[in-house]
């Protein structure tokens, strides 16, 4: 059994997640194609973050404590936390906050995991972003997940008011 403490503390678990004590390895390194869209997703939503006063969202691979004894710490590709839900303040450690929206985009065996354990931790939107097949699907709780293409755009305007994105600028004729 593993603590946050000794994960955010000791080297050898610099890429790794802790999921009710137990270490589980991040799906790293990501590929270019990967990246791009990652990369176009922040720059996307992060703009109209910082503009309109939204919240915090961070890059790759920020841990999020989100549950003690045993501890949870998940690290997403992107996550956005609205700002009436910024409780802790920030510093060296892991989040203490609970993301409204996050991505996955490892296409492998574990993503469904991934985006199901985000869902019961509270996060309203866990978003698969598949670059190769340059799709997203809309997962959040009680809903039915919505597959949405490169023609489409996203839209959460209960939690990023005002905010749309073409999903062409996710998936620039990659």
């Given at each position: 059994?593993?603590?946050?403490?000794?994960?955010?503390?000791?080297?050898?678990?610099?890429?790794?997640?802790?999921?009710?004590?137990?270490?589980?390895?991040?799906?790293?390194?990501?590929?270019?194609?990967?990246?791009?869209?990652?990369a176009f997703w922040l720059a996307g939503i992060g703009m109209h973050v910082m503009k309109s006063d939204l919240g915090v969202f961070y890059g790759a691979n920020v841990g999020f404590f989100l549950r003690a004894d045993p501890?949870?710490?998940?690290?997403?590709?992107?996550?956005?936390?609205?700002?009436?839900?910024?409780?802790?303040?920030?510093?060296?450690?892991?989040?203490?906050?609970?993301?409204?929206?996050?991505?996955?985009?490892?296409?492998?065996?574990?993503?469904?995991?991934?985006?199901?354990?985000?869902?019961?931790?509270?996060?309203?939107?866990?978003?698969?972003?598949?670059?190769?097949?340059?799709?997203?699907?809309?997962?959040?709780?009680?809903?039915?997940?919505?597959?949405?293409?490169?023609?489409?755009?996203?839209?959460?305007?209960?939690?990023?008011?005002?905010?749309?994105?073409?999903?062409?600028?996710?998936?620039?004729?990659?």
């Open positions: 059994m593993v603590t946050a403490d000794e994960l955010l503390n000791n080297p050898i678990h610099r890429y790794n997640e802790l999921i009710g004590g137990e270490v589980r390895a991040l799906n790293l390194p990501m590929g270019t194609d990967r990246s791009i869209a990652l501890d949870t710490v998940k690290a997403p590709d992107y996550a956005f936390v609205k700002q009436d839900c910024l409780t802790v303040p920030r510093g060296e450690g892991f989040v203490r906050d609970i993301p409204a929206l996050v991505v996955e985009s490892g296409q492998d065996e574990m993503l469904s995991i991934r985006i199901s354990e985000w869902l019961t931790l509270g996060v309203k939107y866990a978003i698969d972003l598949d670059a190769v097949g340059q799709a997203v699907t809309v997962h959040r709780p009680k809903h039915d997940p919505v597959t949405l293409t490169r023609n489409d755009t996203f839209a959460a305007e209960d939690i990023l008011n005002g905010f749309s994105l073409p999903l062409t600028k996710v998936f620039p004729n990659l």
